[in-house]
């Protein structure tokens, strides 16, 4: 039971338990909504252990030596252990260390040295000491330590202090608020060394761990919030290089949309000014759609030496390979360029400027055949190596369409030739045959005469 008449002193003990219980609900929270900050679930244990044992001294400044002093005892220097686990895996987690079975071997100790705690009086005895301090008008109530009470402090302020190590680092001190969390560190160890020697029956002024707690979660919170404040700003570029990226793409489909409806309306004109050649056209322009829409662009990525890393479907319909023919397989051992020099002259604009754009080549498929291709090219990097990404276009069916567009402009010439020199032949005949009519005629005009 405790006293009727609240400690005033007791008051500060009781604000940092509501402040640590905001904390451990806010890191709570953040570890729930997002856990890629899997440090926060370790900053939200701290936050507990510093309630825990804020209402754990609350108690003990208001309770009489009885059961319950001896339980809120009990229950301080159990967060002792607490507080070191769940230091260490914030510090684990935080920095990206990657202990060997830390948790297992260090949760089993910490276990048996609660089993010890609560079960003997081999840290904590039965009896009480009344301690005097400063700033208290009557004593201070708590059990007296077993012999083996200043060895579980020991151990406790040991394990603390080689875990502040890890942050003192030169590679981990610029870890992102590294620097608050040594120093709200640091103010904890020194209230802790003050009540430590307290503890030990020096007079001190009173008992301030808890604040030292609530300063060390202090700065975990700083540092989650700066975190998570950082990664909504990220979150936020992304989102507007989103929009911009989704309206330029927007805007270059209409463009292409634009032009291959230019191109298709010319395409339908020529046919129509060529009625003899309609169906072979019609024809050739469906099978033009008919590749367009179904059968994407063969994409294919390289390692800068040759090798294919990936292709796509539209590769394995477009050259004849599948997948298990290329993998692994240098583009030059299957000897699918046509022109070598091709191959050298996009690598070596490539390493120039990085990008090639609608290169004109010949590539040769696996049953043997060439086809003309429009290849696109860039540099792109993939963890952290080099590679080539590799988009063709096949142009066979426009090459064909240009080359029947050339017969047909030839066989029209040749006509307009012979047309030509039709007009010409009659031009003659009619001449000479002015030219006879007057010889003819002269003779009967002498017989007359």
């Known amino acids: 039971m405790l006293n009727t008449a609240i400690v005033l002193s007791s008051a500060g003990s009781l604000s940092v338990a509501v402040i640590a219980l905001f ?32 209402l754990a001294v609350f108690i003990q400044f208001n309770a009489p030596p009885n059961l319950t002093n001896h339980i809120a005892e009990l229950l301080q220097y159990s967060t002792f252990l607490l507080l070191v686990h769940s230091l260490y895996g914030f510090t684990f987690t935080y920095l990206e ?29 039965d009896g009480f000491a009344y301690r005097s301090f400063l700033w208290l008008h009557e004593p201070y109530i708590e059990p007296e330590l077993g012999v083996l009470g200043p060895l579980f402090l020991i151990y406790s302020s040991l394990a603390t202090s080689f875990c502040l190590t890890f942050w003192i680092r030169h590679k981990y001190r610029q870890k992102s608020g590294a620097k608050i969390l040594i120093l709200g560190f640091i103010f904890w160890a020194i209230l802790g060394i003050h009540d430590a020697a307290a503890t030990l029956g020096l007079i001190t002024i009173q008992y301030l761990m808890e604040y030292g707690f609530l300063g060390f979660s202090t700065s ?10 950082a990664l909504f700003e990220i979150a936020e570029d992304r989102k507007k290089a989103l929009e911009i990226a989704n309206e330029d793409l927007e805007y270059r489909v209409k463009k292409r949309t634009g032009e291959l409806e230019k191109s298709n309306t010319e395409l339908i004109a020529e046919i129509k000014q060529r009625k003899w050649a309609n169906d072979a056209l019609r024809e050739s322009e469906q099978r033009f759609r008919t590749v367009f829409h179904t059968s994407p662009d063969a994409v294919n990525i390289n390692k800068l030496k040759g090798e294919f890393v990936e292709i796509n479907e539209g590769f394995s319909i477009l050259t004849g390979y599948s997948r298990a023919d290329v993998i692994g397989v240098s583009s030059r051992d299957i000897q699918i360029w046509h022109i070598d020099e091709d191959r050298k002259q ?98 009967e005009i002498l017989l007359m005469d």
């Open 220 to 229: 975990i919170m700083y540092v989650t919030l700066k975190n998570y404040m």
């Open 23 to 54: 904390f451990f609900v806010f890191q709570g929270w953040i570890y729930l909504k997002g856990p890629l900050f899997t440090w926060s679930k370790w900053g939200a244990l701290l936050s507990l252990t510093t309630l825990i044992y804020a």
């Open 97 to 125: 260390i990657k202990p060997r079975r830390y948790h297992q071997i260090a949760g089993a100790f910490h276990l048996i040295l609660l089993a010890v705690l609560w079960s003997t009086n081999l840290v904590i005895t």
């Open 346 to 443: 996009i690598i070596a604009d490539l390493n120039k400027t990085g990008c090639v754009d609608n290169f004109e080549s010949k590539f040769r498929c696996k049953n043997g055949d060439v086809k003309p291709g429009l290849i696109s090219a860039r540099i792109i990097n993939l963890n952290g190596e080099n590679h080539i990404l590799t988009i063709t276009r096949d142009i066979s069916k426009w090459k064909k369409v240009e080359e029947d567009k050339k017969k047909l402009e030839a066989q029209l010439q040749r006509a307009q030739k012979m047309e030509a020199i039709g007009t010409l032949a009659g031009g003659v005949a009619h001449d000479l045959h002015n030219i006879l009519s007057g010889i003819v005629s002269y003779p």
